[in-house]
């Protein structure tokens, strides 16, 4: 059973420049959440998607955008990038039905390095 | 808003010593309580879990238990292993909040031989 995937691993941009993170959920799971982790934090909700839309938003510009496929896949898109979005991105899956103690499972992360 | 509060590291204990890593929370309502560990240049791993209060979560000889009195969901080991080396995050999260977790900064844990 295949666990959450992201990619790429390591990306390297400069300052201005638009990003495209993607996640795998977890086999069965329909709803996927994106966090950012800077370096010595915990992870901060960005968003979360649901049956293709945006169900829920943390406090990001809208710099950050995301998409969600029929597939339950989905994609972290951050348009001109600051030295602060410098940091690790983790994708999480769960699946809604379950409700609340639901365990959200997370990928390795992208991190992501902005010049 | 919702918040967690954890202890700050590094902890630096010796392998076989006992565990406590603090974590007290503040929200409205009653959250499910999760701990997740993090493993050098790794994601984050789900660790143990509780949803109500008085429950105890436990795995791989971790244990913590949802205190609604007192606010807290400390995290306890009886022997520590170099292995458990890692960034351990408590968390909370609520039903209709459509599961977003809130996650303390995080206690880096280093077992020494």
């Known amino acids: 059973d295949a666990g959450v995937t992201q990619s790429p691993t390591h990306l390297i941009k400069t300052r201005g420049q638009q990003v495209t993170l993607r996640c795998s959920p977890k086999s069965g799971h329909d709803t996927v959440s994106w966090y950012q982790q800077a370096l010595g934090q915990g992870p901060q909700f960005i968003f979360q998607y649901y049956e293709e839309e945006e169900r829920q938003r943390g406090n990001f510009p809208d710099r950050f955008s995301g998409h969600q496929f029929p597939n339950y896949s989905s994609e972290l898109n951050v348009n001109a990038l600051l030295l602060g979005d410098s940091a690790l991105y983790l994708c999480?899956?769960?699946?809604?039905?379950?409700?609340?103690?639901?365990?959200?499972?997370f990928g390795p992360g992208t991190r992501l390095t902005v010049l | 808003g919702n918040s967690v509060t954890q202890m700050e590291g590094p902890v630096t204990l010796s392998e076989e010593a006992f565990l406590t890593i603090n974590c007290t929370y503040t929200a409205t309502g009653y959250p499910s309580l999760f701990w997740y560990v993090q493993y050098p240049g790794e994601g984050l791993q789900l660790l143990l879990k509780?949803?109500?209060?008085?429950d105890k979560g436990s795995n791989k000889g971790f244990e913590a238990t949802y205190r609604k009195e007192t606010t807290s969901f400390h995290l306890e080991k009886g022997s520590v292993q170099v292995s458990d080396s890692a960034v351990y995050f408590c968390?909370?999260?609520?039903?209709?909040?459509?599961?977003?977790?809130?996650f303390g900064t995080g206690t880096q844990l280093k077992v020494e031989l």
């Open positions: 509780a949803t109500k209060a008085d």
């Open positions: 999480a899956s769960s699946l809604k039905v379950a409700g609340v103690g639901d365990t959200q499972y």
């Open positions: 968390a909370l999260g609520f039903t209709g909040g459509g599961n977003k977790l809130t």
